[in-house]
């Protein structure tokens, strides 16, 4: 038996497939639904495609029909605003994804190469601080933004998570630290100061860290669910997934509409799942260059 057919790689390979399948599946079900007409999601229960597909309840999420073609094709008569509260998320998830990363390499690099007093004191506390829950620090942060008027606004939401957290200052340390001290003294000796060095010279050689920490943030920020329900909760601000957890809310307890609610969802990740699609690769091309490097 050939090294390519060997009972371990069919093995790794069955595996891998199994958790594959388990990981996309609830997805697929999801997309399912939505395609489903509402009065034929129970009886199609037992079908992995639906007998009559259909985009109706992509149509009543984004608002392309009247309230009587809405109760018609199943729905409660709730309404959702969903294309603004897509765009809420979009603004949420840049302007975190955005900030966070320039801080956070901004302090990896300090950490990695300068040299003031406590610094390792400093930073252990910080690591330190990714044993506490985000649960504890959830009470001071809201009696904090609502302390500073900022409740129902973008900048009361996005201002906890603006600056660093503790596991990417880690995460781009650690890479600052693999970077060769030669080129930022070559740069030195032309003259460049360290604000220079980190613009001109760390930041270009760290694309693919800073690709990976900013799409792990976004990734984080787009589900975020708790904090922008405490802090969002007038409509002008309200990201897609609180809207998701409203509308559920709206519907009549005997029926909820959930292929309304399954189409909203698909919907939902779009936009992240362009990301990962565009981005994903070029991350890992990335850490492998610079890693050869």
Known sequence: MTATRSPGRIFGWAVLIVALVLTLFPFFWMIRSALTPAHDLVHDSGSLFPSHPTLINFRRVLGLTSAEENQAAGGSGATI?????????VI?????????????????YAFARL?????????????????????F??????????????????AGMVAPALLMTPFAIFFLRQFFLSIPVDVEEAAMID?????????RVALPMSRGPLLTIGLITVVWAWKDYLWPLLIGR?????????ALGVYLQQSPNT????????????LSIIPVALVLLFLGRRIVESLNFTGIK
């Open 92 to 108: 949420y998830c840049c302007l975190i994804g955005f900030f966070q990363t320039l801080f956070c390499s901004m302090a990896g």
């Open 255 to 266: 029926q909820p509409d959930w292929t309304g609610l399954m189409a909203a969802s698909t």
């Open 234 to 242: 007038d409509e002008s601000v309200r990201t897609a997934t609180v």
């Open 81 to 89: 605003n969903f294309l603004l509260y897509l765009w809420n998320s």
């Open 191 to 199: 003259g460049a100061g360290k604000a220079r060095i980190f613009f």
């Open 137 to 154: 620090t959830l009470l001071p942060n809201f009696v904090l933004v609502r302390d500073l008027g900022l409740l129902n606004t973008m």
């Open 115 to 135: 040299r003031f007093p406590g610094r390792d004191l400093v930073f252990a506390i910080l690591i330190g601080a990714l044993m506490v829950p985000g649960i």
